[in-house]
């Protein structure tokens, strides 16, 4: 299993980016994808995932609903994350994996297969 991050990089307080997360190696179509931030060396953060069920359902860490989207190109094999409204509290490396692991505002949301695979990461910085 591969995860293959780009996207990244540096922008202003109020703009967007978009992170890609390309996603190879799986035995079944449209796994459960995380998307995690990590800063400075602090455990990284699970702030979304989109779920495996056919709808491809989201969840959003309460920091980042309502900013964030996060996306499927199933023909593709990517996966998105729409980051708008950045603020500088949003400055992190960003890692996309093959679990979700999120704390939300209804309770914690986690789905997993066993093993862990993680992209390498990209560096967002929301800096003027």
């Known amino acids: 299993v591969h995860l293959v991050q780009s996207g990244g990089g540096l922008v202003e307080p109020g703009g967007s980016l978009r992170l890609s997360c390309t996603v190879s190696g799986f035995t079944f179509d449209d796994p459960a994808i995380g998307w995690f931030r990590q800063v400075g060396r602090s455990e990284p953060e699970g702030i979304g995932c989109i779920d495996d069920d056919r709808d491809g359902s989201t969840y959003y860490h309460a920091s980042v609903k309502g900013r964030f989207t996060i996306s499927r190109d199933s023909a593709k094999n990517t996966v998105y994350l729409q980051m708008d409204s950045l603020n500088p509290e949003d400055t992190a490396v960003y890692y996309c994996?093959?679990?979700?692991?999120?704390?939300?505002?209804?309770?914690?949301?986690?789905?997993?297969?066993?093993?862990?695979?993680w992209g390498r990461g990209t560096l967002v910085t929301v800096s003027s």
């Open positions: 994996a093959s679990r979700c692991a999120l704390h939300m505002e209804s309770g914690y949301f986690d789905r997993y297969y066993g093993s862990d695979y």
